[in-house]
């Protein structure tokens, strides 16, 4: 992966990220986190990885951000100097759930062997 996508994917997250809390209202008890984005190497398209807690307000959260792509989009828009600007799609995080059944599976063995 060439520096610029990495130095885009940095950005991208950075200021999604401050964007998403002082703009994006999501209901009191949702909390939004931004894990990783993926920039394609032509810069057309932009991953962005969201993890929500708690889990069973996964859906409503990516439903509302796709509603506000084009507020985003915008937003990113004045804030980056930069052509072509990545589109965004926002998709759920799905390594932190995996990440945490192995951390569970790991606990359970290890109490089994006591």
Known sequence: ??????????????????????????PKDVLVTITRVE????????????????????QEAIELLT????FLQQKINRRLKMRPLPRLLFL???KTAEAGKIEEILE??????K
């Open 92 to 94: 759920l995080e799905e």
């Open 39 to 58: 920039t394609l190497p032509d810069l057309k398209e932009s991953k962005v990885y969201i993890s929500v807690f708690p889990e069973n307000k996964e």
């Open 1 to 26: 992966m060439s520096k610029r996508i990495l130095r885009v994917n940095q950005l991208l997250k950075k200021e999604l990220g401050q964007i998403i809390l002082k703009e994006i209202d999501f």
């Open 67 to 70: 509603r506000k792509i084009y």
């Open 108 to 113: 359970k063995l290890k109490k089994e062997e």
